[in-house]
């Protein structure tokens, strides 16, 4: 079963997840339980960038 991946909706995806997570890590200065949980999240999220975004970065250069 062949499925399409759309990566620029992946990629729209991480995004919104990492400005949330951006704006939770900033309320966490309070609350350090909430500051490295958010990291982590953070972390994680760089490394869906870099296996997807970067991706879709390069296909919308090579569309251009």
């Known amino acids: 079963m062949d499925q399409q991946i759309d990566l620029n909706e ?3 995806r991480i995004r919104i997840i990492k ?3 951006e704006e939770l890590n900033r ?3 309070a609350f ?3 500051a490295k ?6 972390a994680s999220l760089k490394m869906l ?6 991706v879709a ?4 250069a090579e569309s251009t």
């Open 37 to 42: 949980n958010t990291a982590r999240i953070l």
């Open 10 to 12: 992946i990629d729209t």
């Open 49 to 54: 960038e870099i296996n997807v975004s970067d």
């Open 27 to 29: 309320m966490g200065d």
């Open 19 to 21: 400005e949330a997570a």
């Open 57 to 60: 970065d390069l296909e919308i």
């Open 32 to 34: 350090p339980a909430l």
